[in-house]
């Protein structure tokens, strides 16, 4: 996936003439594409809209599928060049997937993708600008990305549950056998739920993952933060709140807000970790 992100623009951009080329084009079709700060006339919504973006940043810290390898690393040695490689793979499939969207709204004049389709326009741009063999294997790379990320999620879910849920809390003697079970259970479980969410041809995925986002995000990423780098930080405070924001985001789920959630949940989780705290 990584080599596919960086192909598809670059290509794209050699389609179009050249990055310098390409650049021009942009300006002079897209400019507001290329306006990092927006309308900049309303300062109140300019300064929400950048505590917003720095919100997604948030997110990471409590995000399980990659809190999960960094767990499962043998030396804390490699913590460091796990880190280097973590943010060099972000750094340029963030970058990548902005000049997809930005060289992809030129590259498709004068047809445009609205609504839903919009989020198609990688796929669209590969199935125009290579043959159908290197389209196969750059598609086959989106698939390896999403399950990935599909079946970390799976196994997180299904390993909590059974292991610190059912185990701890419901059935304490359970066997080896009973809780492969359970871990089997909550994946069909989960994989159904994610399916009958998935049919809606309405919903973009950007606002889906952006309530996971928040949920995860605000429910364990101050309590991360917390542990390592306060002493006062206890158990009871983290068991007390981790909740909270899960509820709060599926409350704001009817609005168009979704991207401030993470920043106002993990805000407020911090307070409610700094009280528990205190109290305890």
């Not at 069909?188 to 969410?197: E, G, N």
Request: with cysteine; proline share 3%; aromatic share 12%.
């Amino acid at each position: 996936m990584f080599f596919a992100i960086l192909a598809v623009p670059i290509t794209a951009a050699m389609y179009l003439g050249g990055p310098i080329d390409t650049m021009q084009l942009i300006q002079s079709e897209f400019p507001q594409g290329l306006n990092l700060w927006g309308d900049t006339s309303d300062m109140f919504a300019l300064v929400i809209g950048i505590i917003s973006s720095l919100g997604w940043g948030l997110g990471y810290f409590g995000q399980p599928h990659i809190l999960v390898r960094f767990m499962a690393i043998s030396d804390a040695k490699e913590l460091k060049k796990s880190t280097n490689i973590a943010m060099v793979w972000v750094i340029l499939s963030l970058l990548a997937a902005i000049f997809v969207g930005l060289i992809g709204h030129v590259y498709m004049l004068p047809e445009k993708l609205v609504g839903t389709d919009a989020e198609t326009i990688f796929l669209v741009m590969t199935e125009r600008l290579f043959t159908p063999f290197m389209a196969g294997l750059i598609w086959s790379a989106v698939l390896a990305a999403i399950m990935s990320t599909a079946s970390a999620q799976l196994l997180v879910t299904a390993s909590a549950i059974a292991n610190d849920f059912y185990a701890n809390i419901i059935h304490k003697t359970a066997t080896d056998k009973e809780l492969v079970l359970v871990s089997r259970i909550v994946v069909l479980l989960v994989a159904a739920i994610s399916i009958f969410l998935a049919l809606n041809p309405d919903s973009l995925i950007l606002t889906m993952v952006a309530y996971a986002w928040a949920g995860f995000g605000a429910s364990f990423g101050p309590a991360i933060i917390f542990s390592l780098f306060w002493k006062r930080m206890t158990r009871r405070s983290s068991y007390t709140y981790c909740d909270n924001p899960s509820r709060i985001a599926s409350r704001t789920s009817n609005t168009n807000d979704a991207g401030d959630n993470t920043f106002t949940l993990c805000i407020y989780c911090s307070a409610q970790y700094l009280k528990a705290s205190r109290l305890t």
